[in-house]
T-cell receptor, first 112, second 113 residues
Framework: AQSVAQPEDQVNVAEGNPLTVKCTYSVSGNPYLFWYVQYPNRGLQFLLKYITGDNLVKGSYGFEAEFNKSQTSFHLKKPSALVSDSALYFC??????????FGKGTKLSVKP | DSGVTQTPKHLITATGQRVTLRCSPR?????VYWYQQSLDQGLQFLIHYYNGEERAKGNILERFSAQQFPDLHSELNLSSLELGDSALYFCASSVVQGRGELFFGEGSRLTVL
């Protein structure tokens, strides 16, 4: 069965520092991988996706993610964190039924 | 703004009652997905409709049902409500099924008292 795992419940970063939110996947066949962000009391917003091609994917709001097949990882990164990046981040993969299967989420806290 | 509209935003009801949540997908999107988000279960896939037809079922209880109408809007019906049904219910849409990203609405927060 397709699945993703987010090993960290929370990540704390100082503003201006680089941030990484980790995701590993277990997928049969070609992985379709996604990152979403959720702000309090809001819906999920799409950040970026990996379908095929370049292993470094650039997305919205300065975020990027690196697909690593050998490590089965798809970590979300940003060179310089902003306080406004504080939110809940979800990694997801396509399930066999066409739906998205989400990780448990990682709470990112960026302190001034 | 994702273009996906969900109503109502908030709903408070009593155990045993029935509610209907409504979703209007983005213009042109044929696929509608329903998800439930709760603190203990995370984001759970409930059901997927494509152009009016049910395509996939996830962890949807028998007390719950959904449909997609000819104008492509969808409704999720929750009946015989229990305290544990309190959650945020999201609708998402996509133009193609199986590959692209989903676009989520703001959700309907259901509180069962």
């Amino acid at each position: 069965a397709q699945s993703v795992a987010q090993p960290e419940d929370q990540v704390n970063v100082a503003e201006g520092n680089p941030l990484t939110v980790k995701c590993t996947y277990s997928v049969s066949g070609n992985p379709y991988l996604f990152w979403y962000v959720q702000y309090p009391n809001r819906g999920l917003q799409f950040l970026l996706k990996y379908i095929t091609g370049d292993n470094l994917v650039k997305g919205s709001y300065g975020f990027e993610a690196e697909f690593n097949k050998s490590q089965t990882s798809f970590h979300l990164k940003k060179p310089s964190a902003l306080v406004s990046d504080s939110a809940l981040y979800f990694c997801a993969t396509r399930g066999s039924q066409g739906n998205l299967i989400f990780g448990k989420g990682t709470k990112l806290s960026v302190k001034p | 703004d994702s273009g996906v509209t969900q109503t109502p935003k908030h709903l408070i009801t009593a155990t045993g009652q029935r509610v209907t949540l409504r979703c209007s997908p983005r213009s042109g999107d044929l696929s509608v997905y329903w998800y439930q988000q709760s603190l203990d279960q995370g984001l759970q896939f409930l059901i997927h409709y494509y152009n009016g037809e049910e395509r996939a079922k996830g962890n949807i209880l028998e007390r719950f049902s959904a449909q997609q109408f000819p104008d492509l809007h969808s409704e999720l019906n929750l009946s015989s409500l229990e305290l544990g049904d309190s959650a945020l219910y999201f609708c998402a849409s996509s133009v193609v099924q199986g590959r692209g990203e989903l676009f989520f609405g703001e959700g309907s927060r259901l509180t069962v008292l």
